[in-house]
């Protein structure tokens, strides 16, 4: 082999530092979003209740058991110590659900509350991406630690958060060009099961979209070091001076 032929050690750093980022933002995504048992109780009440409802159409039924299960799943993490703000949002997305649906007495009305927050959340990505603070930055910046130094310190990081809240937004707004036509045409049947279909592979895109945008981009300012870092400058600095005194006294 040639010496052509060998990697140069500024090529592996290069190779170590992209491998190091998808690594770091792989890991930035799945506690964000919850991994793989975040869409396990993302999941499963909306299975629970499409599954029932499609056996005995009975709708105190099937919210009934959708919501024991949600419930359930938050006890779970709680006895576990995990962390419960994944479990805690989809309870109160099905209570929300059972409600709107006893209230109407039509069973298709438990799912349209998480339609409109679908929609409503698509738009949100769209216009905060717009307005120049991409939503998906406003939720990964703290978990990357950089907070909100991403939108003056680090452009090509903002440009990687615009890029992944733009397709979390058009991805959300064609999972509803999909859903609200069904919510009129169809049974509640037909509606959940495409529901529970949707609710896993547009995710998954999104996600890997995000990933794939951010790996690329810039590392992120970690705004908590630095300040860890002036703090202890800080603290040398006072103690130079006191010493400083004392050697003068």
């Known amino acids: 082999m040639t010496s052509l032929d060998k990697p140069t050690p500024d090529t592996d750093r290069t190779d170590q530092q992209e491998a190091d980022a998808k690594a770091v933002t792989e890991a930035a995504l799945f506690e964000a979003f919850g991994g793989i048992r975040g869409m396990v109780e993302t999941v499963l009440p909306g299975l629970l209740f499409v599954t029932i409802f499609t056996i005995n159409k009975d709708l105190h039924t099937s919210a009934i058991a959708a919501l024991a299960v949600s419930l359930v799943l938050v006890v779970v993490r709680l006895i576990r110590k995990d962390t419960v703000k994944h479990a805690f949002s989809g309870v109160f997305g099905v209570a929300f659900g059972v409600v709107f649906a006893m209230m ?92 529970v279909a949707l609710k896993i592979p547009p995710f998954l895109l999104a996600v890997y979209l995000t990933w794939v ?32 005194r004392n050697t003068e006294a």
Request: proline share 6%; aromatic share 12%.
């Open 104 to 195: 109407t007495g039509n069973a298709k009305d438990f799912y349209l509350p998480g339609m409109i927050y679908t929609l409503g959340l698509a738009l949100a990505y769209i216009v905060t991406t717009i307005a120049g603070v991409p939503l998906i930055g406003l939720i990964l910046g703290p978990v990357f630690k950089e907070n909100l130094s991403w939108r003056t310190r680090n452009p090509g990081r903002k440009k990687a958060y615009a890029k992944a809240s733009w397709a979390w937004g058009l991805i959300l707004l064609a999972k509803c060009a999909i859903l609200f036509p069904l919510y009129w045409w169809a049974d509640t049947a037909q509606l959940g099961w495409v529901l």
């Open 213 to 244: 945008f951010l790996a690329k981009a810039p590392p992120p300012i970690d705004v908590f070091a630095e300040m860890e870092a002036e703090e202890q400058a800080e603290k040398a600095r006072k103690a130079e001076a006191a010493a400083a």
